[in-house]
């Protein structure tokens, strides 16, 4: 007789097949313990068990007096390449490298893969970029600093989603964002601080989302290069 730990194994597997053939999707909500215990026929327990591993692999969550559900984005860890436990001073200027190298062709990517209605997105995001910049040239409160940086951070990592999800590529979608989680800590510095009150923080994007329009390839590899490359300077990065 197998034993449970290998049968819960089993078990997960199969709703993790459940979930990669499409019988589920995000969002949807596990059948209950009994039911999948009779569709499986094994034990309740054992169906218990499947479900903390998965959860444990953050495939599915559970919601307290609702049920389990699939996550948004099954298997997906904020911290999945282990980047908390690198040596920081090596972390980050290896981060900028790998930025350097992927993003921008995945902008590129983006130019001709794009449907409008994303880059439209990222043209009303422009909009809010530039209208903080404004907000944050007239603040004089370290207070109201923090809450705006922090909803510019919120822009800025919208901004670039769209072309991200623009390149049709299911990897830089999930790559590149955990590079941009974790280079924000690190976007904290005075110097970058004061880059985010300049109007040249806005012009950058606007000339990558012009060069974009325009799939001028090589003008968006060079623009996103310098963008990065000039955030990596003012973050103390490079």
Same mark, same amino acid.
């Given at each position: 007789m197998a034993s449970r730990s290998?049968? %819960?194994?089993?078990?997960?597997? &199969?709703i993790k097949n459940m979930i990669i053939d499409g019988e589920m999707r995000e969002g949807d909500r596990l059948p209950s313990e009994q039911e999948l215990a009779n569709q499986f026929d094994v034990s309740t327990r054992s169906i218990r068990e499947a479900v903390k591993l998965l959860v444990s692999q953050n495939v599915l969550e559970v919601r307290r007096?609702?049920? %389990?559900?699939?996550? @948004? $984005?099954p298997g997906f860890s904020s911290d999945p390449l282990g980047f908390e436990f690198m040596?920081?001073? $090596?972390?980050?200027? /290896?981060?900028?490298?790998? *930025?350097?190298?992927?993003?921008?062709e995945v902008f590129v990517m983006a130019a001709h893969r794009g449907a409008k209605k994303e880059f439209q997105k990222a043209a009303r995001i422009l909009k809010d970029i530039q209208h903080m910049n404004q907000q944050l040239a007239e603040s004089h409160t370290q207070e109201k600093d923090e809450e705006l940086f922090q909803k510019f951070w919120?822009? /800025?990592i919208a901004y670039h989603s769209c072309f991200y999800k623009a390149s049709r590529n299911e990897i830089a979608n999930r790559?590149?964002?955990i590079i941009l989680n974790t280079i924000h800590n690190l976007? *904290? @510095?005075? %110097?970058? &601080? %004061?880059? *985010? $009150? @300049?109007p040249d923080f806005y012009s950058r994007h606007q000339a990558i989302y012009d060069a974009v329009l325009a799939k001028d390839d090589q003008l968006i590899r060079e623009l996103c290069r310098t963008h990065i490359r000039s955030g990596g300077k003012e973050g103390n990065l490079l």
């Open positions: 290998l049968i %819960s194994e089993e078990i997960a597997n &199969k007096g609702i049920g %389990s559900f699939v996550c @948004s $984005k040596n920081i001073e $090596k972390l980050y200027p /290896d981060l900028m490298e790998i *930025r350097l190298i992927l993003e921008p919120e822009y /800025d790559f590149l964002p976007y *904290r @510095s005075p %110097s970058f &601080k %004061s880059f *985010r $009150k @300049s």
